[in-house]
C-alpha cells in the first residue's frame, strides 16, 4: 500500500522561528510537492522536486524553502515563521507520468504560528 | 493564466444522486482528477479523465469536455459517509504540476 507521512499532525510555533516538515514516502516516487491548503482557496503549490537535489517554485513560494537530498523524503522549511504561514500543509508524491498518474497526499500537518 | 472553479457547498439527501461541477482554463491540458477529502483527512484520489466522456467507477461517475473546460463528478446512492470535500484538479503541462479548485464541501442530510 502506498504510503506518505508527515513528521507532525500538530504543530505550533512562534513568530521568527524556524520550521522544519518533513514527508517522507515509501513508494520510490519521483516526484513530491508541497502544498498548503487555505478555507476558500484550496490547495496551493509552494514548491515540487522531480528528483533529488531538484527543486521547483510553485505558485506561493515566497517565505518557504524545500530540501531533497534523498528520493523519499522531501523537507518544506519556513525560515522565519510568520503569523500569516498558519495553515494545513500537505505534502504528495507521484510517478513521473507527466500528469497521467495521481498523487498520493499524507494526512497534512496543521501549522499554527503565535 | 490557471483558473479552476467549482461550487463553494452542495447539500443532498441520502441515497439520492448528486452532481458536482468543475470549470477550468489552463495553459495546458494532460488530464483532471476528483479527490475525496474528509475534514481532517488527506484527499484520496477517486477518478481520472484525459479523454472526452464519462468514467464510471461504482457509485462514482467522472465526466469530461474538454472543449468545453468541463468535469462533473457524479455520485449516486448517497451515503452518510460521503459526506466530504471533493476537489477537482487539472494538470497543466505548460507548467508541469497540478492545479487545484477551491473544493465542493458536500453535506449528506438523512
Known amino acids: 500500500d502506498v504510503k506518505v507521512t508527515q513528521s507532525s499532525r500538530y504543530l505550533v510555533k512562534r513568530t521568527g522561528e524556524k520550521v522544519f516538515l518533513e514527508c517522507v514516502q515509501d513508494?520510490?516516487?519521483?516526484?513530491m510537492f508541497w502544498y498548503r491548503q487555505d478555507p476558500g482557496l484550496g490547495l496551493r503549490l509552494i514548491y515540487f522536486?522531480?528528483?533529488?537535489?531538484?527543486?521547483e517554485k510553485g505558485d506561493i513560494p515566497e517565505g518557504y524553502s524545500v530540501s531533497r537530498e534523498k528520493k523519499e523524503r522531501f523537507s518544506l522549511i519556513l525560515e522565519s515563521a510568520s503569523t500569516n504561514q498558519t495553515s494545513m500543509y500537505l505534502c504528495?508524491?507521484?510517478?513521473?507520468?507527466?500528469?497521467?498518474?495521481?498523487?498520493?497526499f499524507g494526512p497534512g500537518t496543521r501549522l499554527l504560528v503565535l | 493564466g490557471q483558473n479552476i472553479d467549482q461550487p463553494t457547498e452542495m447539500t443532498a439527501t441520502e441515497g439520492a444522486i448528486v452532481q458536482i461541477n468543475c470549470t477550468y482554463q489552463t495553459s495546458g491540458f494532460n488530464g483532471l482528477f476528483w479527490y475525496q477529502q474528509h475534514a481532517g483527512e488527506a484527499p484520496t484520489f477517486l477518478s481520472y479523465?484525459?479523454?472526452?466522456g464519462l468514467e464510471e467507477k461504482g457509485r462514482f461517475s467522472s465526466f469530461l469536455s474538454r472543449s468545453k473546460g468541463y468535469s462533473y463528478l457524479l455520485l449516486k446512492e448517497l451515503q452518510m459517509k460521503d459526506s466530504a470535500s471533493y476537489l477537482c484538479?487539472?494538470?497543466?503541462?505548460?507548467?508541469?504540476?497540478?492545479?487545484f479548485g477551491p473544493g465542493t464541501r458536500l453535506s449528506v442530510l438523512p
Open positions: 522536486s522531480y528528483d533529488v537535489k531538484m527543486k
Open positions: 513508494m520510490d516516487h519521483e516526484n
Open positions: 484538479a487539472v494538470y497543466d503541462n505548460y507548467g508541469q504540476n497540478f492545479v
Open positions: 479523465n484525459v479523454l472526452d
Open positions: 504528495a508524491s507521484s510517478l513521473p507520468a507527466g500528469g497521467q498518474e495521481t498523487q498520493y
